[in-house]
């Protein structure tokens, strides 16, 4: 499978699928994409993007990763 037929069968999901499968999918895709370095370079702007265009503030986010490390 090409990436743009993977791309085009992930946006045929409906919401809830795509939900899933990015739960699902995006741990095992982030371990194997982290091991070139530069990549986190790439994705942090799209990153900060999605939380842009979400609504999310930088200070909420900063507040919920503090609430999650003190659960460890």
Do not use: C, H, W
């Not at 946006?11 to 982030?30: G, M, S, V, W």
């Not at 982290?34 to 999310?56: A, C, H, N």
């Amino acid at each position: 499978m090409t990436v743009d037929q993977i791309k085009q069968a992930v946006f045929n999901l409906t919401p809830e699928q795509k939900k899933a499968f990015i739960l699902e999918t995006l741990p095992d895709l982030a371990r194997d994409a982290m091991q070139d370095g530069t990549f986190l370079l790439q994705l942090f702007p799209v990153f900060m993007g999605i939380l842009k265009d979400s609504g999310i503030e930088l200070s909420q986010l900063l507040q919920l990763a503090g609430a999650m490390q003190g659960n460890r």
